[in-house]
């Protein structure tokens, strides 16, 4: 087995740090990729970068436009082009620098995995500064993945997950003005509701860059714990679920009839009155990855706020 894994690149005026990503594609050490880039309107050197890049790699790379309606929109597009093929598929932020392993490990992963059965791999990541220092790393995730943790949290970050052509037909069928909260969860809700594979791997696939430009930071230490139950308390998870059972309610004749019950379980409970709204999500039986974590969604369920 050899397959094609095509990079989908957002891009949008990366002129400062995509020359370092782009050189951790060419250090890969499993050379089978091809890159492709949609470039929102940049209006700064971003795209002579990749011209560049292209001219000095023996891999294909291909540039498309944009949607330029916000980053999710623009990673949607490329999973739904008729432009874009392969046999896998790596999100890529543009500020990120991949470790030369990352390809070669979620290959790896994918030869014990049929072929037309979803499957998604993605990882931990190391933290770094803006100048590239290190800082720690992203958490480990001990509890399994699944579609009642998808539901109210998302396992892995984008810029680390490789998933195959048959998660990626799963995924086209979300209908194109659907919205939703990110890319990546949504990729982790429906690639799990489908009944599909997900692999999390605590082996660090790629630096993550740190710095204001971050749609979401980094997820570890007091800060980020604050920042989650704030937006517990604060209702901010409570619109995100919104968003997200909307949008899983338009692909609900996808999902597998037992996650099918849980969405159920769970969309009843958002709206029961106490205590009928704790014994609903019980039943749901989604969860989040710690015991911590886990009060703070029963908590915020007291308080009306799933």
Not at 58 to 63: K, L, N, P, T
Not at 93 to 113: P, S, T
Not at 206 to 234: D, I, K, M, P, W
Request: hydrophobic residues 45%; neutral net charge; glycine residues 8%.
């Amino acid at each position: 087995m050899n397959p094609k894994v095509t990079i989908l690149l957002a891009a949008r005026n990366g002129a400062e740090f995509i020359h370092q990503q782009l050189e951790s594609y060419r250090a890969q050490t499993y050379p089978n990729w091809e890159l492709v880039v949609s470039d929102d309107g940049s209006t700064d050197g971003t795209l002579s970068l990749v011209d560049e890049f292209a001219k000095s790699v023996s891999q294909r790379v291909v540039v498309l436009r944009g949607p330029q309606q916000g980053f999710w929109q623009n990673f949607a597009s490329m999973v739904r082009s008729p432009e874009v093929s392969g046999d896998l598929f790596g999100y890529s932020d543009q500020d990120d620098v991949w470790f030369d392993h990352k390809l070669a490990d979620a290959v790896a992963w994918f030869e014990q995995i049929p072929q037309d059965e979803p499957a998604l791999f993605c990882t931990r990541t190391q933290l770094v500064t803006w100048q590239g220092k290190p800082m720690g790393f992203s958490r480990e995730f001990a509890r399994a993945p699944g579609f009642a943790n998808a539901l109210v949290q998302n396992l892995g970050g984008g810029n680390t997950m490789i998933f195959n052509q048959a998660a990626r037909l799963a995924l086209q069928k979300t209908p194109p003005e659907a919205p939703m909260v990110a890319h990546d969860w949504w990729t982790y809700q429906v690639i799990t509701g489908v009944g599909g594979h997900v692999h999390f791997d605590l082996r660090p696939s790629l630096a993550y860059r740190q710095h204001g430009e971050n749609v979401f930071g980094r997820n570890v230490g007091l800060q980020a714990r604050l920042t989650r139950a704030l937006g517990l308390a604060s209702g901010q998870m409570a619109q995100w679920n919104e968003i997200n059972l909307k949008l899983l309610y338009q692909v609900r004749d996808q999902l597998r009839p037992e996650n099918v019950a849980i969405l159920e379980l769970f969309a009843r409970a958002r709206t029961a009155w106490l205590p009928k709204r704790l014994w609903l999500l019980w039943r749901s039986g989604v969860y989040r990855q710690t015991a911590i974590e886990n009060l703070a969604l029963n908590l915020a369920a007291i308080f009306g706020r799933i």
